[in-house]
């Protein structure tokens, strides 16, 4: 196993099941994670707030408050990125964990090995700054939107918009290429760093794209930054630069 450079990214593992959390626990530790858990979604709250860690890996179905709560509380206070576990086999109960702000799923059973690579590459693609086609600056303006990808903030008519680093990661890619069209398996490889098994891994794009939609367009059902490339994907309005005018 090779260890994390840098710092030790802490991760919060919370699941019901005593044995899943032993297992996580020490194989996240052995490839260099500080690792704290929780038995129940209150727990899970309490510990986050103590220990304020880097990543949630959060179970669905729980007792006291499920994970679709905490999930919920959690983006009350904190853009800190959510894995959810789920072995809900229907489709529409994963995409709603989505839709609360998780930023990725993994379903029940599933391979260590799987999650810790979805780890690493959430909290990868968190970290990372910069792709080719941001200006210098690091500062895009569009109409009333403003992107600091230096920050990895988002400002629409000068005040906050609260993103995930997930969601920012989307945003910064489809800026960072204006007016060119991705598919959904192109964005999942590029953000969330693995290739689509299934159609339904794909409905995460779709998610975030509609949570982006909700939080920067003016009238998200007729979205005027990020568009639909009908038979594609999605893709960012093209950016003029003054030069082109």
Known sequence: MI?????????LVVDDEASIRRILETRLSMIGYDVVTAADGEEALETFRETCPDLVVLDVMMPKLDGYG??????KESDVPIIMLTALGDVADRITGLELGADDYVVKPFSPKELEARIRSVLRRVDKNGLNGIPSSGVIQIATIKIDTNKRQVYKCDERIRLTGMEFSLLELLVSRSGEAFSRSEILQEVWGYTPERHVDTRVVDVHISRLRAKLEEDPSNPELILTARGTGYLFQRIIEPDEI
């Open 70 to 75: 905490v999930c919920q509380e959690l983006r």
């Open 3 to 11: 260890s994390l450079e840098n710092h030790k990214e802490t991760i």
